[in-house]
């Protein structure tokens, strides 16, 4: 392996046997434009059949590494904690096992880290009837100022880097989510409550985001489908750059099929909002009536 140290420490956390999803996210990973990273494959849990494609996925990159535990009681976080105090890269990336990055992920990522320590991108949404669409949970784009911090830290975990100067600078760093909170959601708000902490929101998506849905999700095999087919789409640049137009083009109709439904006026059982207090008095008054 080669001695000099990474741009990118990235890490790679799953569970239980979802082993058959790896090789789609890390095909993601080792088709990416930024070759210089290593990648830590965080084990919660994970089924022996997992650990025969990590070890067959480790064979063939040595860039690979696989951190093997017992299964936490929450998301495996403190895992996490452990392995970024042996991180060798300047910068720090996640992906969840189920996302696929676009081919320039690392790249942009790259570009931002070096004017600010915390960033964040854009995903195009595949939805369950394979439509697109851009989105992103932080609510802002560009320099995060102090105002944007306290609630607007919903970052999807694929989407997320910062320094790792950055990352041992935290009082805590990766630590159990307290019963009730999203695992990533109480992670960045370390990063964004910290005083150093400059961040900076793309607007380009890099990311396709496929959502769980309600527990458990589909199943590995479904998803597995699902991984395939993308995947194949994110090679050559000209498919990148349709799917991101067609992610546009989807948000955009998005908007309008918003923007029409605010213009109808809101019915409850047939009847408009200023009208439902006379209908209710007249229902009562009719019941009085009653024997």
Same mark, same amino acid.
């Given at each position: 392996?080669?001695?000099?140290?990474?741009?990118?420490? %990235? %890490?790679?956390? +799953?569970?239980?046997?979802?082993?058959?999803?790896?090789?789609?996210?890390?095909?993601?990973?080792?088709?990416?434009?930024?070759?210089?990273?290593?990648?830590?494959?965080?084990?919660?849990?994970?089924?022996?059949?997992?650990?025969?494609?990590?070890?067959?996925?480790?064979?063939? !990159?040595?860039?690979?590494?696989?951190?093997?535990?017992?299964? $936490?009681? #929450?998301?495996?976080?403190? *895992?996490?904690?452990?392995?970024?105090?042996?991180?060798?890269?300047?910068?720090?990336?996640?992906?969840?096992?189920?996302?696929?990055?676009?081919?320039?992920?690392?790249? =942009?990522?790259?570009?931002?880290?070096?004017?600010?320590?915390?960033?964040?991108?854009?995903?195009?949404?595949?939805?369950?009837?394979?439509?697109?669409?851009?989105?992103?949970?932080?609510? *802002?784009?560009?320099?995060?100022?102090?105002? !944007?911090? @306290?609630? &607007?830290?919903?970052?999807?975990?694929?989407?997320?880097? $910062?320094?790792?100067?950055?990352?041992?600078?935290?009082?805590?760093?990766?630590? =159990? +989510?307290?019963?009730?909170?999203?695992?990533?959601?109480?992670?960045?708000?370390?990063?964004?409550? $910290?005083?150093?902490?400059?961040?900076?929101?793309? +607007?380009? @998506?890099?990311?396709?985001?496929?959502?769980?849905?309600?527990?458990?999700? %589909?199943?590995?095999?479904?998803?597995?489908?699902?991984?395939?087919?993308?995947?194949?789409?994110?090679?050559?640049?000209?498919?990148?750059? &349709?799917?991101?137009?067609?992610?546009?083009?989807?948000?955009?109709?998005?908007?309008?099929?918003?923007?029409?439904?605010?213009?109808?006026?809101?019915?409850?059982?047939? #009847?408009?909002?200023?009208?439902?207090?006379?209908?209710?008095?007249?229902?009562?008054?009719? #019941?009085?009536?009653?024997?």
């Amino acid at each position: 392996m080669n001695s000099s140290k990474p741009k990118f420490t %990235i %890490i790679l956390p +799953t569970t239980g046997n979802r082993g058959a999803l790896l090789p789609h996210s890390i095909g993601s990973i080792q088709n990416q434009t930024e070759q210089n990273f290593e990648l830590f494959i965080i084990g919660d849990g994970i089924a022996d059949p997992s650990k025969s494609i990590i070890k067959e996925l480790q064979s063939s !990159d040595p860039r690979i590494r696989f951190f093997d535990h017992p299964k $936490h009681k #929450r998301r495996g976080e403190v *895992y996490r904690h452990q392995a970024l105090k042996v991180a060798r890269g300047r910068n720090v990336c996640y992906i969840c096992d189920r996302d696929l990055w676009l081919p320039d992920h690392l790249e =942009t990522m790259d570009a931002i880290l070096r004017d600010f320590n915390f960033a964040s991108t854009t995903f195009i949404n595949v939805h369950e009837n394979q439509n697109l669409s851009t989105g992103q949970y932080i609510g *802002y784009f560009g320099e995060a100022s102090a105002s !944007d911090h @306290p609630n &607007k830290i919903g970052i999807s975990l694929s989407n997320a880097a $910062h320094t790792i100067d950055l990352y041992h600078s935290l009082p805590h760093g990766w630590r =159990t +989510t307290p019963k009730g909170l999203y695992t990533d959601v109480y992670m960045w708000q370390q990063f964004l409550d $910290h005083a150093d902490c400059c961040a900076y929101s793309h +607007t380009k @998506p890099t990311s396709l985001y496929f959502k769980r849905g309600h527990f458990p999700g %589909i199943s590995v095999s479904q998803r597995v489908n699902e991984l395939k087919k993308w995947s194949k789409k994110l090679q050559p640049a000209e498919a990148v750059q &349709k799917l991101r137009e067609e992610a546009q083009q989807g948000l955009l109709a998005e908007w309008s099929d918003l923007k029409m439904r605010s213009k109808s006026p809101l019915l409850i059982k047939g #009847r408009r909002l200023a009208e439902l207090p006379l209908a209710i008095l007249q229902k009562v008054s009719n #019941r009085l009536k009653k024997p």
